[in-house]
């Protein structure tokens, strides 16, 4: 089990209500999608991961719940 | 099987209960039909027993009167009006209320009356006053007998119905006078045992009445207990059915995806469930479930 920081615990959080235990995968792909490693994902670059969500997740959740999803991921502050 | 066994035995009950009710009205409004009518015939009875009681005591005084005038022909008006004897005869009491009088055939002025004030009225006088007092004796004219209904006001100033046969005397007094004998009384006097056998009557039918009333709305507590019992059974049974497919309807849904999902079918596998319970609760978690087994099907056959 790989130890996130707390600004990737939160969006894993988001991602794993709707996702599953495959929450942590999709995050990666995700991810790797916006050019970026999981792990360097900040409130900067938040934007472009979130896209790629609100994209992808629909093939496996309603419309509805990967904007939502993608929306409070958006959201996410870290403290 | 509870309900279907009941609701007869409500409906046969309830309608029961109101024949019960119908029934009772009906016996009370017979019952007070038969009582009015009893009253009516026994009215009309004593009526016609009090008329002919004054007639026939109209027809004996004069014939009373008319054989004293033929034993003594040598006696004027102002004779007889003087001898006692004469006025026993001509002025006799009629049942209770009524007395017997005499007047003057021909000028209807009062000669013989119990109450010697009002001897000497010229019953002329009347004619507006009293118009069918008036008619009556005006109608005897001829010596001819009549008899009649009338209103009269008594001694307490209360106007009743009167009732008065007439009769002449066939013997002139020595100053050629007829006397025309009346014999009158007070219509009520026959009805009084009437009116207290109604009386009588009209309280055992109110209390009947009274009984029946209480026995109708006995009656109808019953039904409103009945009625609301059956519509109680009909709620709880209504309240259970829906609440055992709040519960039913939702796991079906769950089986039904959980089969499809377990033959590795992933399309239509969406669970609407809004249940704000622990069925809700499993509906999430089977929901996230089947998502990352889609995703990893998915993977998988991306990466073979």
């Known amino acids: 089990m790989v130890e996130y920081n707390k600004y990737q615990r939160m969006i894993m959080s988001v991602l794993a209500r709707k996702l599953g235990p495959a929450a942590e995968d999709f995050a990666r792909d995700m991810a790797q999608l916006a050019g970026i490693s999981f792990e360097n994902i900040s409130n900067e670059n938040v934007e472009t991961f979130a896209m790629h969500v609100e994209k992808n997740a629909p093939r496996y959740i309603s419309e509805f719940e990967a904007k939502f999803t993608a929306n409070t991921i958006r959201k996410l502050r870290p403290s | ?304």
């Open chain 2, 1 to 304: 099987m509870l309900a279907v066994s009941i609701i007869p035995l409500t409906l046969l009950g309830f309608a029961s209960l109101q024949e019960s009710n119908a029934l009772s009205s009906d016996i009370a409004l017979e019952a007070e039909g038969i009582g009015e009518l009893a009253i009516e015939q026994s009215s009309s009875a004593l009526t016609d027993l009090g008329i002919e009681l004054v007639k026939t005591k109209a027809e004996d005084v004069a014939g009373q009167v008319k054989r004293y005038i033929k034993d003594h022909p040598e006696m004027t008006v102002a004779d007889l009006q003087n001898d006692p004897e004469f006025q026993s005869i001509i002025v006799q009491p009629v049942g209770e209320t009524g007395f017997t009088t005499g007047m003057d055939a021909d000028s209807l002025v009062i000669i013989f009356h119990q109450n010697p004030g009002d001897v000497g009225i010229d019953l002329h006088s009347l004619q507006e006053s009293n118009p069918n007092y008036y008619k009556l004796q005006q109608s005897g004219w001829g010596y001819i007998d009549t008899s009649g209904y009338y209103s009269w006001t008594d001694e307490n100033g209360i106007l009743r119905d009167k009732y008065g046969y007439y009769v002449v005397a066939e013997a002139p007094t020595a100053d050629n006078v007829f006397i025309r004998v009346g014999s009158t009384v007070y219509l009520d006097e026959f009805l009084a045992p009437v009116m207290n056998t109604n009386a009588a009557i009209q309280k055992r039918l109110d209390e009947a009445n009274s009984k029946i009333s209480a026995s109708t709305s006995e009656m109808s507590t019953a039904n409103t207990i009945l009625i609301i019992t059956v519509l109680t059974i009909l709620v709880v049974a209504l309240v259970s059915v829906l609440f055992a497919n709040s519960i039913t309807a939702p796991l079906k849904r769950l089986a039904e995806v959980a089969d499809k999902v377990s033959m590795g079918e992933t399309d239509d596998t969406d669970i609407e469930i809004k249940n704000d319970d622990e069925i809700g609760d499993l509906a999430d978690s089977f929901k996230r479930m089947i998502v990352s087994m889609k995703y990893y099907m998915e993977k998988a056959k991306k990466e073979s």
